[in-house]
C-alpha cells in the first residue's frame, strides 16, 4: 500500500531551523514528483516546494526562497525540507505529498498530488 510518512516536526524558535522528512513506500517506479504544503490557522493550504524524480527540478515559493532546501535521498526513499532562518509566520501545519507521473514545473497544485502525508506541526515563537 503506498504511503507517505512525515517526520521533524516540532517548537523552534525564532532563526532557528528544522528539517522535515517525508519517507514513501509502496509507490511503483515511475516518474513523480514530490511537494511539500503547509497550511496556517485560518488559511488556505499552500504549496511551497517540489522536487521531480527524474530531473531533479526544484521549485520555491517566493516566502522560503533561500531558507529552505529541498532534497531527495533516492536510496532511503525520502525526500526532506531542510528549513532554516524560521520565523513565526512559517507556523502551520506541513504536508508531503506525491504526484505519480509528475514533474516538479512550479507552484505545487493540490489537485495533481493523489497521496498525502498525515501533516506534521511546526511552530515558530519564542
Known amino acids: 500500500q503506498a504511503q507517505l510518512v512525515e517526520s521533524g516536526g516540532g517548537l523552534v524558535q525564532p532563526g532557528g531551523s528544522l528539517r522535515l522528512s517525508c519517507a514513501a513506500s509502496?509507490?511503483?517506479?515511475?516518474?513523480?514528483?514530490i511537494g511539500w504544503f503547509r497550511q496556517a490557522p485560518g488559511k488556505e493550504r499552500e504549496g511551497i516546494s517540489c522536487?521531480?524524480?527524474?530531473?531533479?527540478?526544484?521549485w520555491y515559493t517566493d516566502s522560503v526562497k533561500g531558507r529552505f532546501t529541498i532534497s531527495r535521498d533516492d536510496a532511503k526513499n525520502t525526500v526532506s525540507l531542510q528549513m532554516d532562518s524560521l520565523n513565526p509566520g512559517d507556523t502551520a501545519v506541513y504536508f508531503c505529498?506525491?504526484?505519480?507521473?509528475?514533474?516538479?514545473?512550479?507552484?505545487?497544485?493540490?489537485?495533481?498530488?493523489?497521496?498525502w502525508g498525515q501533516g506534521t506541526q511546526v511552530t515558530v515563537s519564542s
Open positions: 522536487i521531480s524524480s527524474i530531473s531533479g527540478r526544484t
Open positions: 505529498a506525491y504526484k505519480w507521473r509528475g514533474d516538479c514545473s512550479g507552484r505545487p497544485k493540490e489537485y495533481d498530488y493523489g497521496y
Open positions: 509502496g509507490f511503483p517506479s515511475e516518474p513523480y514528483a
